[in-house]
């Protein structure tokens, strides 16, 4: 019963994805600030006041990176035909031995239609321009509703809360609900507000070392770089593909051109090794086999929106695992491998604590007795 539930339930995130994805975001979104918002609220600003802020605040960034991109972006959409003429005459080893592919796969194709007389239908694809105007306006409405949401979530201060424990019959419950609604949000937004100053910082230093080795619109690829770093694992490398790909068109040589990718996975292999780690912190380190999965899977439902929303909703279902008794288990198996370790220590410490106080609660009865 229960696995024909999670089935409908994934079928539903499936087909509904344009309803449910902004809300997923508003959440996230809110959950990010609220820390923030509660720091401006005991210096004395509004709810409403500190929400309307923050989530202006951050449209006004958001907006900034796309007016910054948005020109390049185009006059690089523009010139991809170009470009992959460039990079076949650059790579022409490798696009004769395509070509001699793509030549025999050409005869196959004849030789069945000659075999077979099917009648073969054209199906008319939308042209360039629609595709790009049903993109602005499924991304300019899911934008829209996630900072409503959110300016409306911040703007209600502890309602959210407050509802959320009436809703639990027992003291119990409404203890439980509070404690874990309350760990949500730290780990949460610490996990995005870190991330994201991580990666601020990754694109940066993308930006400028492209910028250095002569890369036209180094900062584009600095924003590229911040973006993509939220993909875990596969940001990196799509990156180092793209900028590889770009590299090869404008320098003359391809040594030179490698530098570009080369050190693109330099700079993110000592994000992802060394400053993520250290900064983000054992308690939200988790198990690496479950991130990729959970990124490949939300990917595969929703695309990049699903894979960029894929951690953030494992840190928040490891979180309600880590503070209901019957799901601890499987809050275990998404911890990393420390965290596991550090858990187990402490449960042998409470195990020894409390054999050595019922030790030394019996050793007097014993010599009571003996005295006696």
Partial sequence: ???????????????????????????????????VSRALHRAGVPHVASAFLLVSATALVIMIIIGASAGTVALWSDEIPRMGAEIQQKLRSMADTVENVRAVTSEVEKISGEASAAQE???????????????????????????????????????????????????????????????????????????????????????????????????????????????PYLGGFIGSALVGAFAVVHFDTLGYAL??????????????????????????????VAVFLTVVFWGWLWGIAGALVAVPFLVVFKVICENFEPLKTIGIFLSGEEVVIEEERENGSEKTEKTSRDTSGERPKEAAKETA
């Fill in 1 to 35: 019963m229960q696995f024909l539930v999670m089935i409908a339930l994934f079928v539903t995130a499936y087909f509904a994805k344009d309803f449910v994805l902004p809300i997923l975001l508003g959440f996230l979104l809110a959950l990010t600030l609220s820390p």
């Fill in 121 to 231: 239908v054209v199906v008319k694809q939308p042209s360039l321009l629609d595709n790009a105007f049903d993109t602005i306006t499924t991304v300019g409405a899911t934008l829209a509703v996630t900072l409503i949401l959110a300016l409306f979530l911040l703007s209600s201060g502890q309602l959210f809360y407050l509802k959320l424990v009436q809703a639990f019959p027992t003291f119990e419950g409404k203890k439980r609900a509070l404690t874990t609604v309350y760990d949500v949000e730290k780990r949460v937004s610490r996990y995005l507000l870190t991330i994201t100053i991580i990666n601020a910082a990754l694109g940066f230093c993308v930006g400028v070392y492209l910028t250095l080795i002569g890369m036209p619109s180094g900062y584009v690829w600095g924003i590229a770089a911040f973006l993509l770093n939220f993909l």
């Fill in 259 to 288: 530098l570009a990718p080369l050190g693109y996975q330099v700079l993110t292999g000592v994000e992802g090794q060394l400053v993520t780690p250290y900064l983000v912190g054992r308690r939200l380190a988790m198990n690496t």
